[in-house]
């Protein structure tokens, strides 16, 4: 099989996005002679290692990025004639549809449960929330029912899909192995008394408790943060703390320097708050220190826990207790052979079981039922 033209959107991911660049396009290369990527970051044009990324231009706003914005996608989408359209984000169902009515395929690439993070939007009045969550809901499935496949991220969000289109498989967001071979050399004495956690800055990562873990530690642990802060005035509120002073900050790092800096660390942490949507989740970055052979700190969520202590690739702790994130790090950083030996047990556990080269299949099966 192998398909002429491949289109990939999304109107709110930035183009280095893992899931969609880094793992995705590239392996649809496989079956395709052309895939392209429409963003709208206004950073232009770009081609990336063989994938043809079209820029429609950043919106100035979030009514901007729904009217306007939406408009410039569906356009360059039309005009470039691909045999099957892949979007990432539900503002675009409507474009899907459209595209639908042209007789393309259409696949919608579904992230999380879209109703449920209604609740988290705090710039909805908070009687509105429920009604606005369920009306989301129908209006996702009833888009849904329509389109050609829907992939979703995790199993929980594959039953929900299910239920409005039968041809909805699960791709789930694992790493690509390759991309953390050099961060499993690195002797374990070389590396630094170091804690790391790399992807979006926000409150509902945890990363305030992160920070005051490090206050109460027994231990030398010092904390690298890579990524983006969400709201400047968290991070200035952050940086106000003690345990900010233990703290390194490398803004947003490509794929190649956050490899090298998990090189650097002896645990990967990631504490996401219990809110329902990051309950069900499968953050890629958990199974990124896993690839890179760190021990992980992680929520203690029963679906984390299945794979974390399961695994014994590393300890999950009460996200929202600074103490038992402390008592974690000081526990890894003092035991440095059972936190090694955590590192190899997770980065086995990668290569059997949660690995990019799994999923790729899945997909790549998916866009062969999709065009016979």
């Known amino acids: 099989m192998v398909i002429n033209r491949i289109v990939v959107m999304t109107s709110v991911h930035p183009r280095q996005d893992a899931r969609i660049l880094h793992k995705q396009c590239r392996s649809l290369l496989k079956i395709a002679n052309e895939v392209s990527l429409i963003v709208a970051d206004g950073l232009g044009d770009q081609n990336a290692a063989g994938i043809a990324i079209h820029d429609v231009g950043a919106p100035h706003s979030r009514v901007g990025r729904i009217w306007h914005t939406i408009r410039k996608i569906y356009s360059k989408a039309l005009g470039l004639d691909a045999d099957i359209y892949h979007f990432h984000d539900p503002e675009l169902c409507a474009v899907g549809l459209l595209l639908k009515r042209h007789g393309y395929k259409v696949i919608y690439d579904v992230h999380e449960d879209y109703p449920l993070k209604v609740y988290q939007k705090h710039y909805l009045p908070r009687n509105c929330r429920g009604l606005l969550s369920a009306a989301v809901r129908i209006a996702e499935r009833w888009c849904s029912s329509r389109f050609d496949s829907i992939v979703a991220a995790t199993p929980e969000i594959g039953k929900f899909m299910q239920v409005a289109n039968p041809r909805t498989v699960t791709v789930k967001n694992y790493p690509v192995v390759e991309e953390f071979l050099s961060q499993v050399e690195k002797k374990w004495e070389e590396r630094e008394e170091a804690v790391v956690y790399a992807g979006g800055l926000m409150k509902e990562k945890g990363i305030d408790k992160c920070v005051q873990?490090?206050?109460?530690?027994?231990?030398?642990?010092?904390?690298?943060?890579?990524?983006?802060?969400?709201?400047?005035?968290?991070?200035?509120?952050?940086?106000?703390?003690?345990?900010?002073?233990?703290?390194?900050?490398?803004?947003?790092?490509?794929r190649k320097r956050l490899g090298r800096l998990y090189g650097k660390c002896r645990i990967g942490i990631v504490t996401l708050q219990p809110i329902p949507s990051y309950v069900v989740s499968l953050p890629v970055k958990m199974f990124e220190y896993m690839a890179a052979g760190l021990p992980v700190i992680a929520s203690d969520f029963p679906l984390w826990k299945e794979i974390v202590e399961a695994k014994h690739a590393g300890i999950c702790v009460n996200p929202a207790d600074p103490s038992e994130i402390a008592d974690a790090i000081d526990h890894l950083l003092k035991n440095p052979i059972t936190a090694e030996g955590m590192g190899r047990n997770g980065r086995r556990a990668v290569l059997e079981e949660y690995s990019w080269a799994s999923q790729e299949k899945v997909l790549i099966e998916s866009y062969r039922k999709c065009i016979s």
């Not at 530690?217 to 890579?226: D, G, K, T, V, Y």
């Not at 969400?230 to 940086?239: A, H, I, M, R």
Request: glycine content about 10%.
């Open 213 to 254: 873990a490090l206050e109460i530690c027994h231990s030398a642990a010092r904390m690298h943060l890579a990524g983006k802060f969400v709201n400047q005035n968290f991070k200035q509120g952050l940086e106000q703390t003690p345990g900010w002073k233990k703290v390194e900050f490398h803004g947003y790092l490509d």
